[in-house]
């Protein structure tokens, strides 16, 4: 079987690729926190001594990182050089996970290329719930028959594989994608606190919505008012999921890919304003669910 070399072991990366390991792939692991190959290590990964050295050894590379940056700087390198492209070897398939900016995967992808690499973006939605369950959601950019050589591997990861376009088109699905979703939860925030004040029960209103014309995921799934929901991040103070630091990464993602496009999002660019405005205001280490206290601040 391919030897998959998995770089970053984060709060997405960890369960993604102890997924693959209890599928049967065989992985080499590396992260700059070596602790958290710990896991990974003791249900049969093996951790490699640098990103370069796992690289070089694989026949599929898998990389889940932060932001733009990380990405480039560990596929590109910098000044001093560094990045691990030129260590793969010919034809080996590379997936980047991340969600990053369209013309970053775009720029990856064209390096690999010349390198003689295969390349997807690939980033997902499912939050850390859904890495851990393996129900994963890829949003792919790249040849459609390196999907299907890919489709494999991301399916012992995720449920749902769309093939969004070419390369750079994953990243462009992923944050129109988390756009919608960050304006959501805008919005039943608001609408929560607002029949709050009036008397309304939080638990009986997200009833009503998921039952009418307002229904979506976040009522659905992930209520961001404590006391209605159980496994959420609202019912044990905000803490894991989807943090707001995220959040507003991606809306900025968002209006970076409107500016560039000439295209109007002005729901997103408020959405991404209140994010910083919760965010300098201490809270970006909360799930992004925690937006809700910019309008009342629920009981706890």
Known sequence: MTRIAFIGLGHMGGPMALNLVKAGFELQVFDLNPALAE??????ACFAASAAAAVSEAGVVISMLPASPHVERLYLGDAAGGGVLPQARPGTLVID?????????????????????????APVSGGTAGAAAGTLTFMVGGEAAD????????????RNLFHAGAQGAGQVAKICNNMVLGVQMLAVSEALALGVRQGLDAAVLSGIIAKSSGRGWVTELYNPWPGVMDNVPAARGYAGGF????????????????????????MGGLARELFAQWSSSGHGALDFSSIVGLFAPPER
């Open 97 to 121: 996970c991340s969600t990053i900016s369209p013309q970053s995967a775009q720029k990856v992808a064209a390096a690999a290329l010349r390198q003689g690499l295969r390349m997807l973006d």
């Open 39 to 44: 896991p990974l290590v003791a249900a049969g």
């Open 147 to 158: 999907l299907e050589l890919a489709r494999p591997i991301l399916s012992a990861m995720g």
């Open 243 to 266: 943090g707001a630091d995220l959040m507003l990464k991606d809306l900025g993602l968002a209006v970076e890919a409107a500016i560039a496009a000439r295209a109007s999002v002005p």
